[in-house]
């Protein structure tokens, strides 16, 4: 049964996870009376249980998203330095997305296409009427840029778009 905990502990949660850590030292300990190991072992897996339950393990997936994303939005501002606004506007886009994925599943809302997702959020009131019409524009630039209408949208655009997401990502995902 320990070889199992530990294994889920460390699908779950991670080898270098606090909870996979301290489980393991307590298991091998061997300093303690075997009573006494199963209880601490126990209270670290009721204590992972409840970190689980509580949500903390997404808010921690959230995270690694808007990580992600962050180097997205860095690659994005390296292609508009070197001129390419159009690649540029594509990953800024492509990040916008994701980070709406994201907020998607932690709303418990269906995962489509941008629009619906960003009507669907707004309808849920995880943001603003304001930042739906911000996003809308965003997503405005992104199309353009993936179907070749270059000239719909300039650099400056660009540049304000991926300080947008940027912003919308450290409000809404870092939550």
């Given amino acids: 049964m320990t070889t199992s905990t530990l294994g889920l502990f460390q699908r779950v949660f991670g080898e270098n996870s606090i909870h996979y850590t301290n489980f393991n030292k307590h298991y091998n300990d061997t300093g303690y009376l075997e009573e006494d190991r199963f209880y601490k072992c126990a209270g670290i897996f009721l204590a992972a249980w409840e970190d689980y339950k509580g949500g903390y393990l997404f808010n921690l997936k959230s995270l690694i998203s808007a990580e992600i994303s962050e180097d997205v939005l ?8 070197s001129d390419y606004k159009d690649p540029a506007c594509v990953l800024a886009g492509v990040a916008l997305e994701t980070s709406l994925k994201d907020l998607c599943s932690r709303q418990d809302i ?4 941008l629009d619906k997702m960003n ?3 707004r309808k849920a009131e995880a943001y ?3 930042m ?3 996003i809308t524009a965003w997503a405005h630039h992104r199309n353009k840029a993936a179907h070749g209408e270059w000239g719909e949208y300039t650099s400056e655009d660009v540049k304000d ?3 947008g997401v940027r912003r919308f990502i450290a409000e809404y995902l870092y939550k």
């Fill in 74 to 81: 860095e690659q994005a501002e390296e292609l508009l330095k």
């Fill in 161 to 163: 778009m991926i300080k």
């Fill in 132 to 134: 739906q019409k911000q």
């Fill in 110 to 113: 269906k995962l489509g296409k």
């Fill in 119 to 121: 009507a669907d959020l």
């Fill in 128 to 130: 603003n009427i304001g």
